[in-house]
């Protein structure tokens, strides 16, 4: 059985490793989508598709999953809720079921006829993305939130300067 996980992955952290080990243990294969994959360089969105793919793809190498049961598929977002599950069918290999703990993702996957699985959350307000990317900007710790490889690899790109650049732009919505 091959199974389906989407992810913004704006970067990686512990809990979608946490969610990709465990949609593991159900299924036989996995495709990992990286959402939104059109967008970055914005503050929501600061690292490019190929960077999201890197991250994720050495962050599984790194943690000795099977790379080989993993298909990271980047996905553009098309700003259609009702059909978002239907492009993606169409963008991905066939799958019986979809990994997701939002409560709005799993409503589009039902009512597009497929079978939702939830996720058991590690400690979900820890893992928040959002949150990692102000601690970027802060330099607090990410030891304990995302995979070594993150680590290396949001220093090697200068990921800090990538969202002071963001938050400083002219199109950033708090300068209106």
């Known amino acids: ?9 704006q970067p990686i952290h512990n809990g979608h490793l946490h969610c990709i080990k465990y949609a593991l243990t159900k299924v036989e294969e996995l495709i990992v989508v990286i959402a939104a994959s059109q967008y970055s360089h914005t503050i929501k969105n600061p690292f490019t ?24 598929i980047p996905a553009f977002d098309i700003n259609d809720n009702s059909l978002w599950p239907y492009h993606l069918k169409r963008l991905v290999p066939s799958f019986e079921v979809a990994f997701s703990n939002n409560s709005f993702t799993t409503m589009l996957f039902e009512m597009a006829g497929v ?12 893992y928040n993305a959002t949150k990692i990317r102000e601690k970027i900007i802060t ?37 209106r």
Do not use: C, T
């Open 139 to 175: 330099d607090e710790p990410l030891d304990k939130l995302v995979p070594k490889y993150v680590i290396s690899f949001l220093k090697r790109i200068n990921a800090k300067e990538r969202i002071m650049n963001a938050i400083n732009s002219l199109d950033d919505p708090r300068k």
């Open 49 to 72: 598709a190929g960077e999201r793919y890197e991250m994720i793809f050495g962050s599984i190498k790194e943690a000795m999953l099977p790379i080989d049961k993993i298909h990271l």
């Open 115 to 126: 079978k939702v699985e939830h996720i058991p959350l590690l400690e979900r307000e820890q």
């Open 1 to 9: 059985m091959r199974g389906l996980y989407v992810g913004r992955f």
